[in-house]
C-alpha cells in the first residue's frame, strides 16, 4: 500500500449496509421479547445471521486492503448460506407446530452450504466459487467485484429451492388455518422481495456491481413478515382443526359407530392396522382387531391385544362418546406398549442373570461354593434313593502363594482361568465343575464309579501340567495341581464326610511330591 493512502473508506455505499445492519438488530431485539413459539427461534436465528452478513457488508465497504476486503466477502456467506436454511426451518416449524426440528434434518439441510463454505475459504486454490476477484475504483471509492464460477450457481439453486418449498408450505398451512388473507400475502411476498434484491444485483447489466442488495431485501421481507404474521398472532392463534387434534396424538385413535363400524381414525391407527383410512372406513373394527372385544372396551374394561401383523402389542381403552345413551359411538385409544413388554423381558433375564451371578466364580466362570454343595447333596440323596453312585474330585494348584507373591495376582489371575478352562474341558455336560477355594477346585461326577473318577482325575492332571503360560519377560510358570477323588456307592455319606475322604486323597497326594492323583478310602 501506498504510504500516506487510508487503510478505511466511508462513502455512501457504506450508508445501506449500516442501516440494514441497525435495523436488523432491532427486529432481533423485538423477536429476543416474543414467546417461544413453533418457527419463531429458527426466525430469531435468521434475523441474527442477517445481522452478521450486513455487518460483513458494512466491514467490506470500509476497507481498503484487499486481503481485508476479501475476508470480509468470504465471512459475509456465513450468512447467505444460512439465511435460506433458517427459513426453511421457520416454516417447518411453523407448519408442523415444533419448537424443536430434528438434529437430522438440520444436518441434512446443511450439508451443502457447509460445502459452499468450504468452497469459499478455499477459492484461492480451485475457482469453483468465483471464477476472478478484482478490485475496482469509482468516484473514489474502492469496492470488490467478483465474477461467479461453476459452484456459484449450485449454491443459488439450492437457496431458492429451499426458499421456493418454504413459501409454499407457509402460504399453504396459512391459506388453510387462519381467516384473513394478509398473513398469506406477507409469506409469499417477503421472499419474493429478497429475490428480486438478489436478482439485481446479479444481473450482468448491473451498473454498480459491489452494492449487493439482498440483505435490504432481507430486512425489508422481515419487517413484511413482522407487520403481516408476528404482530397479528398468528403464530399463537391458529384455529384448531381435526387434523390438529387428532394427528398430533402419540396413541392411535379408532372411532366406531355402535354397531362396530369404524367411522374414523388417525394417521398412527392406521399404521397399526397396516392399512390407509378409505381401506378402513365402514368396516368392522373386528375384521383389522380380531382378538378385541370391541364391547368390553367400550364399557371401560381394557386389555393388552397383539397385533399379528406386525408382532407389537397395545394397550386398548375405550369410552363411549355419550356415557348416557344407551347406544353411542366408541372411541379406542391404542397405546403401544411394546417397549413396556420388552423391558419387562429385559428385567427377568436380568434377574436370571443375576441368579446365575450368584452361583458363579466371576474370575473363572465356574459354580461357586454354594451351587457345588447344593447340587452334591441334591446327587447324594438321588444316589441313596436309586443305590447308584457318584465320584468327587478335589484338585489344589500346588505351590499357587509362591506363584502370586513371585509373579503378582495378574499371573495369578491367569493361572486360575486356564486352570478352570483345563478343568472345564475334561469333564462331560452332566459333571458340575466349581471353584470352591482360592486355589481349589472340584468336580461332582454323577454315576461315576472310582475307576471312570480316577481316569479323568488323571487326565486333568497332565492338563493342568500342560498349561502354558509365558510372562512378559519370556520366563514361564510351571502350573501343575495335587488331586484327590472319593466315590460314594449307594449308602448315606453326608456331603460333608465326602469332601473329608476327597481331602484327605488331596493331602496324601500332596505329601506324595505333589503333580499326582490320589484315591479316597472306601
Given at each position: 500500500?501506498?504510504?500516506?493512502r487510508p487503510m478505511i473508506q466511508l462513502t455512501l455505499w457504506s450508508i445501506s449496509p449500516l ?248 394417521q398412527v391407527a392406521t399404521g397399526v392396522l397396516g392399512a390407509a383410512r378409505s381401506e378402513v ?242
Amino acid at each position: 500500500m501506498l504510504p500516506g493512502r487510508p487503510m478505511i473508506q466511508l462513502t455512501l455505499w457504506s450508508i445501506s449496509p449500516l442501516l440494514v445492519t441497525l435495523v436488523a438488530v432491532g427486529i432481533y431485539l423485538r423477536l429476543a421479547r416474543t414467546p417461544r413459539l413453533p418457527g419463531i427461534p429458527a426466525f430469531r436465528a435468521l434475523v441474527a445471521v442477517v445481522v452478521f452478513w450486513s455487518g460483513c457488508q458494512f466491514a467490506e465497504s470500509l476497507f481498503v486492503l484487499p486481503l481485508a476486503k476479501l475476508a470480509a466477502l468470504k465471512a459475509s456467506y456465513v450468512g447467505i448460506v444460512l439465511a435460506p436454511v433458517l427459513w426453511f426451518l421457520f416454516a417447518i416449524g411453523y407448519a408442523l407446530r415444533q419448537s424443536h426440528i430434528s438434529p437430522a434434518l438440520r444436518n441434512a439441510l446443511a450439508a451443502l452450504p457447509l460445502v459452499t463454505l468450504v468452497l469459499v475459504f478455499s477459492n484461492a486454490w480451485h475457482g469453483l466459487m468465483w471464477q476472478d476477484i478484482r478490485l475496482v475504483r469509482a468516484d473514489g471509492f474502492t469496492a470488490l467485484v467478483t465474477d461467479p464460477g461453476p459452484w456459484f450457481y449450485v449454491n443459488a439453486v439450492y437457496a431458492y429451492g429451499l426458499m421456493t418449498v418454504a413459501t409454499t408450505i407457509l402460504a399453504f398451512v396459512l391459506a388453510t388455518t387462519t381467516r384473513p388473507r394478509l398473513p398469506v400475502v406477507g409469506v409469499v411476498l417477503a421472499p419474493l422481495v429478497v429475490s428480486v434484491a438478489n436478482l439485481l444485483y446479479l444481473l450482468p447489466a448491473n451498473p454498480v456491481p459491489w452494492f449487493d442488495l439482498t440483505t435490504l431485501g432481507v430486512v425489508v421481507a422481515a419487517i413484511i413478515l413482522d407487520r403481516t404474521v408476528l404482530r397479528h398472532g398468528v403464530l399463537d392463534n391458529i384455529p384448531v382443526l381435526r387434523e390438529r387434534v387428532l394427528e398430533q396424538l402419540a396413541e392411535g385413535v379408532i372411532v366406531t359407530a355402535p354397531d362396530g363400524r369404524i367411522i374414523d381414525v388417525n394417521q398412527v391407527a392406521t399404521g397399526v392396522l397396516g392399512a390407509a383410512r378409505s381401506e378402513v372406513e365402514g368396516t368392522p373394527v373386528t375384521r383389522w382387531l380380531p382378538d378385541l372385544d370391541a364391547a368390553a372396551v367400550a364399557d371401560g374394561r381394557s386389555g393388552t391385544l397383539e397385533i399379528q401383523a406386525h408382532g407389537r402389542y397395545y394397550d386398548v381403552s375405550g369410552a363411549k362418546l355419550d356415557p348416557d345413551a344407551p347406544t353411542s359411538d366408541v372411541v379406542l385409544a391404542l397405546r403401544d406398549v411394546t417397549v413396556r413388554r420388552d423391558t419387562e423381558l429385559a428385567l427377568r433375564v436380568a434377574q436370571d442373570e443375576l441368579q446365575r451371578l450368584v452361583h458363579t466364580d466371576s474370575l473363572t466362570g465356574l459354580h461357586n461354593r454354594r451351587l457345588f454343595m447344593d447340587r452334591l447333596d441334591e446327587e447324594l440323596r438321588r444316589v441313596e434313593r436309586h443305590q447308584g453312585c457318584l465320584s468327587v474330585i478335589l484338585i489344589d494348584l500346588d505351590h499357587f502363594k509362591q506363584i502370586n507373591d513371585r509373579h503378582g495376582h495378574d499371573v495369578g489371575d491367569r493361572v486360575l482361568v486356564a486352570a478352570a478352562a483345563r478343568t472345564r474341558s475334561v469333564k462331560r455336560a452332566t459333571d458340575v465343575a466349581a471353584r470352591i477355594g482360592g486355589e481349589e477346585f472340584a468336580l461332582l461326577l454323577p454315576a461315576t464309579d472310582a475307576a471312570g473318577a480316577l481316569h479323568l482325575a488323571e487326565r486333568l492332571c497332565a492338563a493342568i501340567e500342560a498349561i502354558d503360560t509365558p510372562l512378559m519377560l519370556g520366563e514361564r510358570v510351571t502350573v501343575t495341581a495335587s488331586i484327590g477323588v472319593a466315590t460314594v456307592t449307594g449308602g448315606s455319606d453326608a456331603p460333608s464326610e465326602v469332601l473329608r475322604r476327597a481331602d484327605q486323597a488331596l493331602y496324601r497326594a500332596k505329601n506324595g511330591g505333589r503333580n499326582q492323583v490320589c484315591m479316597g478310602e472306601p
